[in-house]
């Protein structure tokens, strides 16, 4: 199979399994905290990643790289999961997926602003264009409480009367 080819179907099957993830973490908040769901997935995670790790000999990350891989854990491990899971206590899958819309452009902007990457005209074009697709379809449905359900998690606004 070509590389290309490869990548794809990569691709494809990343954004298939990414697909049900929101689903289904709203399904188990019915019946587990999300700190719980938060440390089921990062334990999970740790052993298939130990397991491939240790399979196919991979090396040590240099010590200068940890820091940058102790941020991105926290974010990808920790962060997205747990916020994730708070918030769709309160919301559908559906209401979440619409906020995941706009990852792709968070992400392009963080890796400008961080890491001095330099996207394509088109992908801010395309970029620019989904969001504007996700905040036409927010504004559309929006109401106060729909609002507030999605703040309501974050700790800062979280009000336990």
Known sequence: MERTTAGWGSGLLGVIIFSGSLPATRVAVADFSPMFLTSARAVIAALLGATFLLGLRQTRPLRNDLLSLVIVAAGVVVGFPFLTALAL????????????GLLPLATASFGVIRGGERPKPAFWLFSCLGATTVAASLSKGATEDRWWAIFSCWPPFYSAA
């Open 89 to 100: 206590q309160h919301i559908t899958a559906a209401h979440s997926v619409v906020f995941i």
